[in-house]
């Protein structure tokens, strides 16, 4: 176990330097990015070796760490790339590298002796057994998998006391083991497991379902069906259903499809905010948040809504204290974008599923990025359409501050009626409050 007073750490997600800054200024300890060919997020994700180093600077300056991810399932092709990118991590000064690969954890060894080694969830780590070969092959921390239950962490740690564990606590789930997927390579040719995902589980699928006497549903059951659902009030439009078997158990199953298709292989996000007490408990030292592909407005608002409850665990707050701010935190939660959420596999259940294909937590939506401040004048960089009387609030770091826009001027210093992102252009908004910081979020407000 770990001890009560050991401090934890906030292990934030960073697509982009830009990304990095916001996770650092919302709370974050650590973050953690990679290049795109070698870092299991090769879409959507901006880094270069430049910005490597400046982010190293930037965190270091702040007394935060950065770790970087070698986490691919190298091919031999992927070798002379990897060992020149290893030569260059080690001219510039990150905490730790994200590894894999026994063939890479090999190269790390050869040209960074000294780097300490983070085992990534893709070697799949669900037994103490497995946790101490890792340990004893000179890795300083495990990332476990997913399907790792609470139980099963406590076993490990009491196992190899020694070892770091780290634990995914919010975040997209996967369809398959760990991350293991090949439906990306075999529908699109694009390879999850060299970070080029295009995750088709998260896409709708629909039959070319026609009704003949050789149907396991006949027309009488199918129509059955459709009458309670419409009964329920639901709008199905044309609904199907299909019947199959999974072979070696006999086991029938229904695939059910209405006029948005059907979603049988989308998880639920992952959420363990109320858990956060239990894993310290059980051994975690690191939660990590998943979502390198992901907005700044939504990293910054997940490193936000965790650090304060894990603010309110180090400083041991009364338990109604710790639910009055777990309560806000989830609030929050539910204010950005997720598919509904599941406790995911931590208690030993199945993590639900989100049939429906649906996206939850869109009360709130992203205006713009506060770049700078100069008294009420904010210099902002905007995504979607602003308007002066729109209703909005500027998300700090560790409060939400209502605000009201008094104009809109465009780098010209024209006043404007609206302000508009996707052109790079920035804007100044003067509003009726002080002391608001840079770095800062501003969001519309239902």
């Known amino acids: 176990m770990t001890k009560k007073n050991q401090k934890i750490e906030l292990l934030a997600p960073a697509g982009s330097l830009e990304k990095l800054k916001y996770a650092i200024a919302y709370g974050a300890d650590a973050v953690y990015c990679g290049l795109p060919s070698v870092s299991m997020r090769a879409r959507i994700n901006a880094f270069s070796e430049n910005d490597l180093k400046?982010?190293?600077?930037?965190?270091?300056?702040?007394?935060?760490?950065?770790?970087?991810?070698l986490n691919i399932y190298a091919h031999t092709y992927h070798l002379p790339i990897i060992e020149k990118h290893l030569k260059f991590l080690k001219t510039i000064s990150v905490d730790a590298l994200i590894v894999s690969d026994p063939g890479?954890?090999?190269?790390?060894?050869?040209?960074?002796?000294?780097?300490?080694?983070?085992?990534?969830?893709?070697a799949n780590t669900t037994n103490w057994q497995a946790a101490k070969f890792w340990y004893q092959q000179g890795v300083e921390r495990v990332v476990l998998a997913r399907e790792v239950t609470l139980e099963d962490i406590a076993e490990i740690k009491k196992r190899v006391p020694k070892l770091e564990l780290e634990y995914f606590v919010h975040g997209a789930m996967c369809m398959s083991y760990s991350g293991r997927c090949i439906l990306s390579k075999w529908m699109n040719n694009k390879s999850a497991n060299l970070g080029d995902c295009t995750q088709p589980c998260r896409w709708g699928y629909k039959t070319n379902f026609q009704l003949n006497p050789n149907d396991s549903i006949s027309k009488k059951n199918l129509k059955s069906e459709i009458k309670k659902l419409d009964s329920a009030g639901c709008d199905c439009g044309e609904y199907k259903t299909m019947e199959i078997t999974e072979v070696q158990s006999g086991r029938p199953m229904i695939l059910e499809e209405d006029s948005h298709g059907t979603y049988f292989f989308n998880s639920k996000d992952l959420n363990l905010l109320s858990h956060l007490q239990e894993l310290k408990n059980a051994g975690v030292t690191s939660f990590k948040i998943e979502g390198r592909n992901k907005s700044a407005f939504y990293v910054s608002g997940v490193v936000r809504a965790y650090r304060q409850v894990l603010d309110a665990i180090e400083a041991q707050k009364t338990a109604p204290q710790l639910r009055k701010i777990q309560k806000w935190a989830n609030d929050e939660l539910n204010k950005t974008v997720n598919r509904g959420y599941t406790k995911g596999f931590l208690l030993g259940d199945e993590p639900?599923?989100?049939?429906?294909?649906?996206?939850?937590?869109?009360?709130?939506?992203?205006?713009?990025?506060?770049?700078?401040?100069?008294?009420k004048i904010l210099k902002v960089k905007v995504h979607n359409a602003l308007y002066a009387k729109d209703s909005v609030e500027v998300m700090a770091k560790d409060k939400n501050i209502p605000i009201k826009i008094l104009s809109i001027k465009n780098e010209q210093n024209e006043e404007v009626a609206s302000a508009h992102g996707g052109h790079g252009n920035l804007y100044f908004i003067t509003i009726n409050k002080k002391d608001i910081e840079a770095y800062s979020l501003i969001r519309k407000v239902a």
Request: aromatic share 6%; glycine share 10%.
């Open 104 to 122: 890479i954890i090999m190269l790390v060894r050869k040209h960074l002796p000294k780097m300490p080694i983070h085992l990534s969830t893709q």
């Open 54 to 69: 400046d982010a190293c600077e930037f965190a270091h300056a702040r007394g935060k760490k950065i770790y970087v991810t």
């Open 352 to 375: 639900e599923h989100n049939f429906e294909g649906g996206m939850a937590g869109k009360n709130s939506q992203s205006v713009g990025e506060i770049i700078s401040v100069d008294g």
